[in-house]
């Protein structure tokens, strides 16, 4: 039987959120004569996940960064919570595509880090770091260092690391992308849980269309350099199926083959 699944376009220009968390206001970027962003806006709301997708050098990661802070714009702004940014913030936590983490430190210790920075006590840091350790499945490994890890396990310890300092915003980068298929898929199934189960605004960057129309309530489709919104998408899952039924059902295909059609004239 098919799911009710209706994706929904979304004008780009009329795309106003009343529960906005983050607000991204006309920013460009630019990297000498390169011109990586043009004139970008948008809203992310709070509780939902929202991916950027688009053909490679769109400046999807440069977007990314800019929202963290770890990069500055050439013009526009920023708003997260209705303040502008400046730079990093605690309101927000960026999961790299490289793990980032600590080779001298245990899984613990770099889960708990974050709070470490923040003058936590050991106790409670430690209290923290062990529940989202759970979380993410790597209760037993606590005391390992990254080198005793597979990459799925050392993008887990980044997924933890991440939800431990109890940001509002978590901004993923590729995080999937150096695991197996069947890594990935479940790791797809954990995150939906972690969105639902935190209720954070998650930013998620990838470059499979299957994975963004399967884990987002929003699509955010960027063109080719300079890195513009072209088109919004709600795919619009009905997540009570099962992973299997909802992968094989016509609606999702659909959503997939549409959103392909759109990219497929900017493939190398």
């Not at 898929?185 to 990838?206: A, G, M």
Request: charged share 25%.
């Amino acid at each position: 039987m098919a799911l009710s699944m209706t994706a929904r376009t979304i004008d780009p220009s009329r795309s106003t959120m009343s529960d906005a968390i983050v607000e991204v206001r006309d920013i460009c970027k630019r990297y000498g004569d390169i011109e990586a962003l043009r004139n970008i806006n948008l809203q992310f709301e709070r509780g939902k996940l929202t991916t950027l997708l688009g053909p490679s050098g769109c400046g999807k990661t440069t977007l990314l960064k800019i929202i963290a802070g770890l990069v500055p714009s050439t013009s526009g702004e920023i708003r997260v919570n209705g303040k502008v940014v400046t730079g990093p913030g605690p309101e927000r936590a960026f999961v790299f595509q490289d793990f980032a983490l600590m080779p001298w430190a245990t899984v613990l210790r770099n889960v708990a880090f974050g709070l470490e920075l923040k003058g936590v006590p050991q106790a409670e840091r430690n209290r923290v770091a062990k529940h989202y350790i759970s979380e993410v499945g790597l209760t037993g490994f606590e005391e390992k260092y990254p080198h005793e890890l597979s990459g799925g396990m050392r993008q887990r310890v980044g997924i933890a690391r991440a939800f431990s300092v109890n940001a509002d915003v978590l901004l993923l980068d590729e995080p999937f992308s150096a695991v197996d298929e069947q890594n990935r898929r479940k790791f797809q199934e954990d995150l939906l849980q972690l969105v639902e189960k935190e209720r954070k605004t998650f930013l998620f960057v990838t470059h499979s269309i299957e994975e963004a129309v399967y884990v987002s309530d929003r699509i955010v489709l960027l063109s080719p350099r300079p890195g513009r919104v072209s088109q919004i998408i709600e795919p619009n899952i009905d997540r009570s199926a099962a992973p299997d039924v909802i992968r094989r059902d016509k609606g999702y295909l659909d959503v997939v083959e549409e959103i392909w059609q759109g990219l497929r004239q900017y493939a190398e």
